[in-house]
């Protein structure tokens, strides 16, 4: 394959004895570097080198100004804002950046388009003005300071010309408007100069003045990479600038261009494929590398339409791919290093008092925290056994026993909303940082980049005093960040070729595959980050959604051009704003097939492996046995009793292994601690009651205290969370209604005439179980929470905050109540009503639950019955308890026997 830069040198060759002489301009610095690789390689003899510069280059030589940093030219561009007299309301320079940059990329466009900026300000203001003909007749302050500030553009613009002009300087667009205007000095300068232009597609208006007017001097040739398919199509835009520069320029009426090719014919295969997200794209493309030979490899370039795919696709690169060249660094924006600095200004963005729980938490569990403070651990459980919600600095100073009090202060305490603190503060925590041992290569070229764009801003912020606040500091850190990569080195002319769309131009490869051919990604759709209106753009000349969408046209087709094997990878998932679509390039190359070309299309779906997955088992080794022992002779609980009933590997996790949910700040009131909440404020109020009646006057006096003790008792148990405001708020007046309307019903039923004897309230319960088969002890062990006489039945209850319902506490087959967790409630019970036989014999007495989410159905006495149908038999008695002695053994035997393994259950969702 004969590349376009090896046909546009021979061609130059042929025509010029000395190459060294000749000056090469390209559209970007790598185009260059390949040019001169081209040289190096088709020389046989030792010569000087030529002199190749990009097109910015170029530019910058004609013009004698430096093109300026965008962020400084944000600071400048401020500068000549303040001292634009016109322009009454000042913004500050947070409020100034949020739309500076639209303003100053269109100050940039009419300078590169050489327009007259006095007419053009005029018309954009008329335009403002016909804008706002509708609002009111009499036109508001507002209005009229929104109209001001359009006719002051004028004096903003020439006052930032001015400002950059004193330091030799410019922006883009003013240096290329610079440079057009002194075309005719440096050509009087340099009139046997030998110029070559290769490669370019797209000029502004700028680069066509310049270029022709070199082209006058007849020592000046441009190459065009074009072919002759598209060039011919006067419909198709691949060549829609090409074409249109060869029929407006003066030159081309007496000269013939060179070159317009005829290579997009010959035979090419292509193979479109379908891929289910992003991800399945990057695994392809390794897939497909690793049947390649090196050969093959060499000669293939990837090239990616969404270069966030870059990471995932260095992941997947096969082993076979020995070399590889990427023209594109890895944005630092995705790093945990910058995610750190973003997470620590989102705390200081906020100046107050208080530190947000969460806020702490994400510093603290970070791992760049974690190398910050050797405590962090520490702080955290602390902080999480507190159960502080909002905490102060000084607060944080004593959760670490005033260890790395230092690190906390920088870390913590408030910067005051001071851009100098902020910056000073972030540029000390990457010097500990950096002194860690403990980062790879990566992290420490991530803080090494980082530690540069701090210290970019401090300048700045000692050069300029417009970054008054934190989160000045932070948009500006966001800025940097998103136009800052960790560049990769490597031999840039073998291997593999790791590119994005626009490093491709000049560039020709054997083998090319495209990533991310997707509509709204490659071409990438409208854009308008502009105040130029449409028909403002069409009336001065300036390149308009369809001229953009050529160039990517252009782009994309210019690839192909040499090229034999094609390979397009599009995403087929529809999620966010990506809608899934293939791109338009895709239904183009199906719609305008070429006789040579072959199309193969392919759906890739991710292979799904059903894998059996198998019921865990623990089987019970001698240290188990134990631990199991151990239980048995403390006591077994009605709760892990039906805990094993649920599943036995939840038992063995929760009570053989001890191993306890995670803790974490509760900030919103959990069910269990409602639930604690409610029990404990019962205990506190008939505790005292143990032995006696329940009373109109006792129980009133309860119901004036309800507001106190559930008060006093939410600060118990809930520790530092607040629940003054909030769900916690709601949660808490569910809890002084949930008593209210308990103590309500309890009122009713004296004042109905029954009465009410408190027997024991939270009573501690043990009762050994004898067991024949085992020999250790066995116990089982409880707290019944309230034993009272009804009309001077026995009752035993067990409140629950959730809900209960009558069937829930009954029963039909016994050998049931031992294996289906659904009968667990009717299981406690009965294990509370065994229990208290120790110490009440029991005969005919009543066994139940107190729902509160179910008050209204009040007592929920256990029953038994024959079959769904039959009448229930709500009576305890010692048959009853017999029956369930039966399975209750049967339930320990099965969890004491070393033969049978903790057994995972499957349960149903």
Known sequence: MLTFLQEALADIKNSLSDISEITFILPSKRAGGFLLNELKKNSDTTLFAPKIWSIEEFIEELSGLKIIDNTELLFKSYEAYLSTDSIKEKEDFESYSTWAITLLNDFNEIDRYLVDHIQFFNYLASIKTLERWGVKEEKTELINNYLQFWESLPGFYENIQSLLLKEQIGYQGMVYREASANIEHYINNNKNKIHAFIGFNALNLAEQHIIQELLE???????????????????????????????????????????????????????????????????????????????????????????????????????????????????????????????????????????????ILSILNH?????????????????????????????????????????????????????????????????????????????????????????????????????????????????????????????????????????????DFENVIITSVNEGIFPSGKSNASFITYDLKQQFGLPLYLEKDAIYTYHFYRLLHRATNITLLYNNHSEGINTGEKSRFIRQLEVEKQPAHTIEKCILSPKVKIKAQSLKQIQKTEAIMMRVREIAEKGFSPSSLTSYIRNPIEFYFQKILKLNEFEEVEETVAANTLGTIVHDTLEIFYKPLEGSFLSIEKLSEMKNKIHEQVTSEFKKTFKGGTFTKGKNLIIFEVAKRYISNFIDRELADIQAGNSIKIIK??????????????????????????????????????????????????????EKLNQDYKFSKAFQVLAYALMMNKKIPINNAEAGIISFKNLGSGFLKFGTKTSPYSKRNQQINSDVLETFTVELKKLILEICDPNIPFTEKEISK
């Open 217 to 359: 001097t007849e020592n000046t040739m441009i190459y065009w990479d074009a072919d002759r398919t598209f060039y011919e199509d006067l419909k198709h835009s691949a060549s829609h600038f090409i074409r249109k520069y060869i029929n407006e320029w003066k030159y081309f009426q007496q000269k013939t261009p060179k070159f317009i090719a005829q290579n997009y014919e010959k035979p090419k295969g292509f193979q479109f494929i379908e891929v289910q997200k992003n991800i399945g794209q990057a695994k392809h493309v390794g897939e497909m590398l690793s049947t390649r030979s090196e050969d093959e490899i060499n000669k293939t370039a990837i090239v990616l339409g969404d270069e966030n795919l870059l990471v995932p696709l260095l992941y997947s690169l096969p082993k076979n791919v020995k070399n590889i060249n990427l023209t594109m660094g890895i944005s630092l924006k995705n790093f945990p290093a910058v995610v750190f600095f973003e997470k620590l200004f989102a705390i200081h963005h906020r100046d107050t008092e208080t530190l947000y729980y969460k806020d």
């Open 367 to 507: 791992p760049l925290g974690k190398d910050l403070l050797s405590n962090a651990s520490d702080i955290t459980q602390t902080l999480i056994r507190e159960n502080n919600t909002h905490n102060t600095f000084a607060d944080l100073i004593e959760l670490s026993n005033n260890v790395e009090t230092e690190m906390l202060e920088l870390l913590f305490k408030s910067w005051k909303d001071s851009s100098t603190t902020a910056i000073k503060s972030s540029l000390k925590i990457i010097d500990k940082l950096q002194k860690k041992h403990t980062h790879g290569a990566i992290e420490s070229m991530v803080l090494h980049q980082l530690k540069k764009i701090f210290s970019k801003i401090d300048a700045l912020n000692q050069k300029y005093p417009h970054l008054k606040s934190v989160k000045s500091i932070s948009i500006l850190f966001s800025e940097l960040i998103a136009t800052t990569s960790l560049d990769f080195e490597g031999d840039a002319y073998s291997g593999l070729q790791v590119m994005g769309v626009l490093e491709t131009r000049v560039l």
């Open 761 to 814: 309230i939270e009573s501690d319960l043990t009762l050994k179980i004898p067991i024949q088969e085992l020999d250790f002890p066995v116990n089982i062990h409880g707290k019944v929470d309230r034993v009272d006489e009804y009309n001077g039945q026995l009752r035993i209850m067990d409140y629950k905050t959730g809900l209960v319902t009558q069937g829930d506490v009954e029963i039909i087959d016994w």
